[in-house]
Every structure is written in C-alpha cells, then in structure tokens.
C-alpha cells in the first residue's frame, strides 16, 4: 500500500505516487549528505591526530620525569653514600653511550671492559634506595621509569657518561645514522629507529635533530600508507619547527624543513599545497644563503621552479584567486638551477640529468635534449626518484622515435 503522503490530493485509486521531493531538493539532500560524509572523515583524521599528539606528549612527560629522579637519586646518594660502592655484574646497554662498552663487566671497579660505566646495574644499596623513597614517589609509571633509569655514581666516583664521552658518544651516532640513510630501505628504517631510540639524550643537539628530521622523510618515502606517510611528514615538521627558533643559521634544518612541508602538503587540498610551496621556496632561499655550494640545494629549487612553471589551469586559477603575488618560475630558472648542481657535483644525480633533458625538450632544443637523456643513462640509479626518473626517461626516448 502507497502512504496517502506521496498522492494527490484528489487522486482516485489509479493514480502513480509522487516522491515528496523534487530532483533538485533530492540534489541537494544529497550534497548535503556527502558534505556530512566529509567532515565525518576529516573529523576521525583530527581525533587521529590528537592521539599521535597526546602519545608524543606523553614521551615528553616520561622524558622529564626520568631527569627529574636521575637528579633526586643523585642528591640521595650524595647524602647517604659518600663511599665509593662495588657493581654487580650487568649487561651492555643498546644506547649508544655504551656501544663500545658491550661484554663482561668489571666487578672490581665499577666500569665495563670499554671503560664505561654500565646502565641498569643493580646493586645492594640501590635496592635499598629504591625502598626508602617509594614513600616519596606513589605513582606506578614513575616507579617504572625509575628503575629503567641509568644509575648515578656519587660525586666522588668518576662521573657515568662525561662530557668527552658524550661527544664522542655523538659523533658515532651521527655517523652511523649518516651510513644507514645512504644504505637499502632496510637499513633506514633502522637509522630511523636508532635516531628515535636516543632522542631523549641529544634532542638538545643541532646535528641530531635535524638528521632525525631527514629519517622521518626517508620513512615518509618508505610508508605507502597514506595516513602513515602523513603522519611521519606531520611529526618531523614539528621538530624542525622547534629547532629553528634555536637554530636559524643551520642550512640542514631550513632544508629538510622546506622538504617536509613538501611532503606535508601532498595530503592537503589545492590552496593548502601552494601555500606550502612559498614556504618550500622561503627555506630552500635560506639554506642557499646560509650553503651556496651544497648542489642538493640547487636540485631542490630547480624542481620546485620546473613544477611552478608546469602549473595546471586549476592551480593558477587557485593561485590568482587567493594570493597577490603567486609564484613565478621559468623552465629556463629551472634549467638554470639544475645546469649549477652539474657544475658543483658532476654526475650528482640521474634525476638531475633527466630533468635537465626536460627542461631542454620544452625549450625546443631536441640535440642537448639527447645530450643529456644519454648522459642520465650512464648513471645508476640509487633511490626511489632515480627508478621513476629511469620510467621517464624511457618515455622520452620511445615519444622521440616516434
């Protein structure tokens, strides 16, 4: 039976029912419901985000608990134990303190075979510090973090980790981190992992911060998940964005910056992607000034000029639209930028060359075009950009037989 709702009201028995709503509220019903849909969506993003930050936030919060009763257990020791105290017997740590440290330690003074003190021993008189200041800690998670916290030695011992050995601790760090990012996708991953595992001892460093900028990049590069990827682009940015209100004169960091809002913006909408490429540009400017003969820079700013001088229809119609002065880049900028990063460092990427060959094919210049697409070839190809660059490559030769 038809609701007396959807007829006329003179209808007879015979008459067809009618929907209540037209074609063009139906329309609109629709837009209305697929508008919903959206920030439904964008609405579960954000509470995604949230949850990531509270979860960053809470490292935070462990961070500076763990100091704050590495000091409180110092002042402790000072005071009930002025003598020097023997060691039991304890494992190599996984920081990078105590890499040169791992074996057997030395009972008999305190100190592993590397000459290091060692994280995590335990011996009779921590116990029984550990029993008398429960009282004046209660909450579980700082029990928990007190004792995976380093021991402390009393003033008159040699200090666990001096300042030389941090350095020192540094410099292998930072070189091993440097040798992962250069090495197969396995071996980022692992730099990502060992950068993140020794954040809360050199987050405080320039050169550590900003390589552990670069890794997120490299695992945003790594991720095909596209939250994920967002997700590793969001919390790198965020670190930088800390590091240069410390540290405005580091080319590094104004670089992997400028690269992280890249990646940031290929998650966002039309408006968002080309705010993002002024700021790209504003860094990309700074480290040149601050690194005039780094050729990494140069390859940056000429794709970002081959990319705005190959805007669609779409994005300059956005570009007119929402900003005064939009950007303004050539091929021949682009050309330009990538010809120098050839006379830094010849042979600095199969990428470069290839988009030299493509910045000569939209001048209409067909022989250096070649030139170059020949030159591309005898390069290998290392990354991920270089095996894209190879596809193109073969594109513009088969488009040139034809």
């Known amino acids: 039976a038809v609701p007396g709702a959807l007829l006329p009201a003179d209808a007879g028995d015979g008459a067809v029912p009618t929907p209540l709503l037209g074609q063009d509220e139906q329309l609109e019903l629709l837009e209305r419901l697929d508008f919903v849909v959206r ?17 960053h936030l809470a490292v935070e919060i462990v961070g500076e608990v763990r100091t704050h009763l590495e000091e409180t257990q110092r002042v402790t020791r000072r005071r009930k134990f002025p003598f020097s105290r023997e060691r039991s017997d304890s494992t190599g740590s996984s920081s990078i303190y105590f890499t040169a440290s791992s ?33 004046e800690v209660s909450c579980d998670t700082v029990r928990t973090v007190r004792r995976d916290s380093l021991e402390l030695v009393p003033e008159d011992e040699s200090p666990l980790v001096p300042d030389s050995t941090l350095e020192e601790g540094l410099g292998q760090l930072l070189e091993q981190a440097d040798r992962l990012h250069s090495g197969d996708e396995r071996d980022r991953r692992e730099g990502f992992q060992l950068l993140l595992n020794n954040k809360l001892a050199y987050a405080g ?27 590793y682009a969001t919390e790198g940015k965020e670190e930088l964005e800390l590091a240069l209100q410390k540290w405005d004169q580091s080319a590094e960091c104004h670089q992997w910056f400028a690269i992280l809002c890249g990646q940031v913006s290929e998650h966002e909408s039309i408006p968002k992607r080309i705010q993002a490429g002024y700021v790209f540009k504003e860094h990309i400017d700074k480290a040149i000034a601050l690194k005039p003969q780094d050729p990494q820079l140069y390859y940056l700013l000429g794709r970002w000029c081959y990319q705005v001088a190959h805007l669609g229809w779409l994005e300059k119609r956005t570009v007119s639209a929402l900003f005064e002065a939009p950007p303004t880049a050539t091929v021949q900028d682009a050309l330009q930028n990538f010809l120098r990063v050839e006379e ?13 060959a493509k910045c000569y094919r939209d001048l209409g210049n067909a022989s250096a075009a070649v030139l170059w697409m020949n030159l591309a070839s005898e390069l290998p190809g290392n990354t991920k950009e270089d095996a894209e660059s190879e596809k193109e490559l073969e594109e513009m030769r088969s488009v040139w037989e034809e």
């Open 103 to 135: 074996g057997n330690a030395n009972t008999d003074d305190g100190e592993s075979e590397g000459g290091y003190s060692t994280a995590n021993a335990e011996s009779d008189y921590d116990r029984e510090s550990e029993r008398e200041s429960e009282d």
């Open 39 to 55: 920030n439904i969506v964008e609405l579960r993003k954000e509470v995604e985000e949230l949850r990531n930050s509270l979860q």
């Open 205 to 231: 460093q320039q050169e550590f911060q900003w390589r552990l900028a670069r890794a997120h990049c490299d695992m945003w590069e790594l991720t095909e998940d596209a939250d994920e990827r967002r997700s």
């Open 344 to 356: 830094l460092s010849p042979g600095f990427s199969k990428a470069g060359r290839v988009y030299i």
